[in-house]
């Protein structure tokens, strides 16, 4: 089954010709697909049959839950000493 190509992401919907790329699916369908969205296509390496698989696994990961407040010792330690708390309010002259 073959998808009529668009001129814009099947992902994210990008309308930018300059950065669209045509992608050929494990299905055997193509679609469109911007820059960003077909790295991450050939990187993941798992084969989507389809739109809809494209899109589910390559949807914004935004909304997902941050790793960046698991923490540990060192981002502990780079928070510290580069958060404003540390700073205050005073700045450098040049």
Avoid: I, P, Y
């Amino acid at each position: 089954m073959m998808q009529e190509s668009g001129n814009r992401c099947a992902v994210c919907g990008a309308r930018d010709e300059r950065a669209l790329v045509q992608v050929l699916l494990a299905g055997g369908c193509a679609t469109t697909l911007c820059g960003t969205h077909a790295l991450m296509h050939r990187r993941s390496g798992q084969g989507q049959r389809s739109v809809s698989e494209l899109r589910a696994s390559l949807a914004d990961r935004r909304g997902r839950d941050d790793r960046r407040h698991d923490g540990d010792e060192l981002g502990a330690a780079l928070a510290a000493a580069f958060g404003s708390e540390k700073r205050g309010t005073q700045r450098r002259r040049a």
